[in-house]
């Protein structure tokens, strides 16, 4: 026992003294390396889109950090369940003149040195309901953080959908911006083609010249809706933008905006937004959560009681050699009550119990504003497929609008004014028809995220 004590001690003297000196540097993770992110190769479609969000994006990433954090908080709530085992050594130095002599004992002097080693395990057996309440504490903190962390992706997942139809919703502009312009581009050069033959006054040339000057800034707008676009969704799916790179984004789609067909029922909708929405089962573990602070509150007011063992040495208080020691084992147990305490365990109780009630309201209340969500969102769902139906012959009447106009325009019975106003009208319809599409596919994604389908990506 001597040359195991003797050796610890020489051992963790050295480390003490070394540590009080220096403190100890943190072993921190690096730091994130600027551009690390590689860009993608190939077109990236919706579901593509989707799981490198899931793995890139900045609050994701965040999330899992503080799901990490919170099974740090779920490992100390169950700390009171296990064995405590603590260390303990020291070594005293006494002044000779703090030193007092015993009168009878005259001759023996008491050592100006000591020393002490213990090792003890204590282990809690009754703590008035804490015990059986930290398990589960830690278990509704550790469900609780994985709901809040389904949160974050399906956030992250309507995020992404939203993002990457305004996308394609500017991509597809910029083609209809492009048709318009091609149309009024051959209206300028048929205008100035029968100007020269003597058929229409300069007035129409002039006409078609603004027309066409007037529809150029609709282009360039959604060209830079487009690069905003993109530069969003890059930032959403956690890329990091070369600088070098001023203009278009080399980040290519291959989805496109499409009508799902499948039908969404309130009634329906309702039911699983209640059942399935990750935030309300959260605030359910909150609430379970504040009812087992009140049964830990509680505790304070009953006693608690240990077993504890030990193995020790410790140095002879009648020699003046430190190689002599004291050895042995002790067990047995200890208890306590806090027979008054000034009302601490009573104020606790209470603020416990406050919280409670406050945490019933808030589930109350976000219960309704999810109903209320569901039902906004089953609204814009509606008008945007009612919008929608209403453009399905719109654009082919417009097309056939602007081809009479122009027949008649070559038989001399229609007028400039005629076929630009076709030609407007083709545009107009055929910008309200993508836009219907979009609308339709936002509102669907929106709705599906307020009945808590968080990774449902399309109609499938």
Do not use: C
């Amino acid at each position: 026992m001597k040359r195991i004590i003797l050796s610890l001690v020489a051992t963790l003297l050295p480390a003490l003294a070394h540590a009080a000196a220096k403190p100890a540097r943190p072993n921190l993770p690096p730091a994130k390396a600027a551009n690390t992110v590689a860009w993608p190769t190939t077109p990236l479609s919706l579901p593509d889109a989707v799981e490198v969000a899931l793995r890139q994006n900045s609050a994701v990433r965040k999330s899992q950090s503080d799901l990490e954090a919170a099974y740090g908080v779920v490992v100390q709530a169950r700390a009171v369940q296990f064995p405590r085992v603590t260390g303990s050594i020291n070594h005293t130095l006494i002044d000779q003149g703090a030193i007092e002599q015993a009168p009878f004992a005259a001759g023996i002097r008491t050592p100006d040195q000591s020393w002490n080693v213990r090792v003890q395990i204590t282990q809690s057996i009754y703590e008035g309901g804490k015990i059986d309440s930290a398990k589960r504490t830690a278990d509704l903190t550790r469900d609780q953080a994985l709901l809040q962390h389904q949160t974050i992706l399906a956030d992250t997942v309507l995020a992404v959908r939203v993002n990457y139809d305004d996308a394609l919703l500017a991509a597809q502009q910029i083609l209809v911006q492009d048709a318009s312009l091609e149309l009024l581009k051959k209206e300028l050069q048929d205008n100035q083609r029968r100007f020269e033959a003597g058929t229409v006054p300069r007035f129409n040339v002039l006409r078609a010249e603004v027309e066409l000057a007037n529809s150029r800034p609709r282009l360039i707008r959604a060209r830079n809706a487009l690069r905003i676009a993109k530069n969003n969704l890059a930032n959403l799916l956690g890329y990091d933008v070369p600088r070098a790179i001023v203009d278009d984004i080399p980040l290519q789609l291959t989805g496109k905006l499409e009508a799902d067909p499948t039908d969404i029922e309130l009634p329906i909708a309702l039911a699983k937004a209640l059942e399935q929405r990750t935030e309300l089962a959260a605030l359910r573990k909150a609430e379970r959560l504040r009812k087992e602070a009140i049964t830990a509150a509680e505790a304070g007011r009953k006693p608690s009681a240990q077993v504890f063992a030990g193995v020790g040495s410790h140095s002879s208080r009648f020699s003046q050699h430190l190689t002599r020691d004291v050895s042995g084992w002790d067990i047995g147990w200890q208890a306590s009550w806090n027979i008054f305490d000034g009302w601490l365990v009573k104020g606790k109780v209470a603020e416990a119990t406050a919280l409670h009630r406050k945490s019933e309201e808030e589930l109350d209340d976000i219960s309704r504003r999810i109903e209320l969500d569901v039902r906004i969102g089953h609204s814009h769902f509606l008008e945007a497929r009612e919008v929608l139906e209403s453009q399905k012959k719109v654009q082919e009447q417009a097309e056939e609008a602007l081809r009479l106009a122009n027949a008649r325009t070559e038989a001399g019975t229609g007028t400039q004014l005629d076929v630009l106003n076709a030609q407007t009208a083709l545009t107009i319809a055929r910008s309200t028809q993508i836009e219907a599409l979009h609308a339709l596919s936002v509102a669907r994604a929106r709705l599906e995220r307020a009945m808590g389908l968080m990774l449902k990506t399309d109609g499938k």
